[in-house]
């Protein structure tokens, strides 16, 4: 019998979905890829499945993946396609499917991944904005579904392997003081500010030490990406937002710190590489050879920290104000950004438009706590709908 781990990849034809393959094919003996998904890039799909052979291939958009059956059918490859989010929560639940690797960037990522946890799926999070704007539903799902949630955000990974044996999602361990919870601080780190305002999504897009997809390397650039993380810890940890805090580390070597009770801090290191985590996520709590070269400390030279400057990154206090407010701000926070950064990147509005839009959005809309998912679907749109509209004002 086929003992291998059956892994469902939502999000493959993505950086952490390319990695997350990289990762499973050093270990064909242990892992089988069962399902592949994507957005609409339906030809990247087709060549994974012509190298990872999985049971089926699901594309969100309809009319490419309807390319994508005929593909596949003139290609003689047994992959059964599907499409749209329905196919996407078939496969995330599907009861052959033992791992479930959430990797879809935005909210389109926020069903299939909740279908995951609810089925009791092994998730490997990586779509930090599902857990963000759906927070508490979503942590009722990994209860409900008695999932396994392992963070795959290299910070979180970071303190999940800090903190001591047991993690229980969503609860604190008495144990723990502080989170401290790194940051590279992105391109724009010590550019004079006033440049901020004329830089280009290209620009925005190169991130010193990570390669990742365009909307987190703009998320990093803004220090949004923070944001969303201290509310993501915050959930994973059981921490108020007041016990996290967020520190400048240019180098991206140490990913994140827990603080005990008793003083002692420790920390995890490894050179900038997603395939750590990713590989800590899979085979938890064994270790596995991700690919990852070895980390050298005296050719990386000085390991430097600092306070964040907030004047500079105003997308992080916004962030950590809704971190603060609880619910619903964070659902518009994320909501507002993901239509914000699109703007810049579509050469819409300048880089610190995002910001200011955010803020609108969030000034305009006034917070009730979310009383089921489709509270927090029906905000989610409501706040698209706002920053669209404050974004045709420029
Ligand atoms: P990416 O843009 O490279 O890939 C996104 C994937 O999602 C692609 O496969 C795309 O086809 C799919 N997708 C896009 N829109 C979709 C839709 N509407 N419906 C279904 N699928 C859709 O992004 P990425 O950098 O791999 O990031 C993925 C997630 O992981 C994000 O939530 C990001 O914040 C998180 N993350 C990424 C990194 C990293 O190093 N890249 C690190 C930590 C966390
Ligand atoms: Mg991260």
């Known amino acids: 019998m086929d003992e291998r781990q059956r892994v469902t990849v939502l999000g493959a034809t993505g950086s952490i979905g390319e990695n997350t393959l990289d990762v499973i094919a050093r270990h064909a003996g242990r892992y089988r890829v069962f399902a592949l998904s994507c957005g609409s890039r339906w030809r990247e799909l087709l060549a994974q499945c012509r190298v990872h052979a999985p049971e089926y291939a699901v594309v969100a958009d309809h009319a490419a993946a309807t390319e994508l059956r005929a593909a596949v059918r003139a290609e003689g490859l047994r992959v059964e396609v599907l499409a749209g ?13 033992d791992i479930v690797m ?9 069903m299939p991944t909740i279908s995951a946890a609810r089925a009791g799926k092994r998730v490997l999070l990586a779509n930090k904005e599902a ?24 910070e979180h990974n970071a303190i999940f392997q800090c903190l001591p044996g047991g993690y229980r999602a969503g609860q604190a361990s008495p144990a723990v003081r502080r989170l401290l919870l790194t940051a590279s601080g992105g ?9 901020l305002e004329h830089v280009t999504p290209a620009q925005a897009v190169a991130h010193p030490n990570w390669v990742m997809g365009r909307k987190i390397s703009v998320d990093s650039a803004t220090m949004m990406n923070k944001g969303l993380e201290l509310i993501e810890a915050c959930w994973l940890f059981g921490m108020p937002s007041s016990r996290i805090e967020v520190l400048i580390h240019p180098q991206s070597v140490v990913h994140s710190l827990v603080e005990f009770v008793d003083g002692s801090v420790l920390a995890q290191l490894g ?31 000085s390991l430097a920290f600092e306070a964040p400057d907030l004047a500079r990154f105003p997308c992080l206090a916004i962030a950590m104000d809704a971190a603060r407010a609880g619910g619903c701000a964070a659902v518009v926070l994320n909501a507002a950004n993901e239509i914000a950064v699109q ?3 579509d050469g819409r509005i300048g880089f610190t438009r995002i910001a200011s839009t955010i803020a609108g959005v969030l000034d305009s809309l006034g917070c009730t706590e979310p009383e089921s998912l489709e509270h927090v679907k ?7 709908a706002i920053a669209q509209r404050l974004l045709k004002n420029v």
């Open 102 to 110: 959430a990797a879809i960037v935005g909210a389109a990522g926020l």
């Open 343 to 345: 703007a810049f990147l």
């Open 85 to 97: 989010e329905a196919g996407l929560v078939e496969i995330a639940a599907h009861p052959d499917t």
């Open 271 to 301: 050179n900038p590489d997603m395939r750590v985590p990713i590989a800590c996520g899979l085979s938890w709590p064994e270790r596995i050879e991700s690919g990852a070269g070895t980390l050298d400390l005296v050719a990386g030279a």
């Open 131 to 154: 857990l963000v704007m759906a927070g508490r539903f979503f942590m009722d799902a990994v209860r409900e579904g008695n999932a396994a949630l392992l963070p795959i955000d290299s």
């Open 378 to 384: 029906a905000m989610d749109l409501e706040a698209r």
């Open 187 to 195: 391109p724009f780190r010590s550019c004079p500010l006033a440049d």
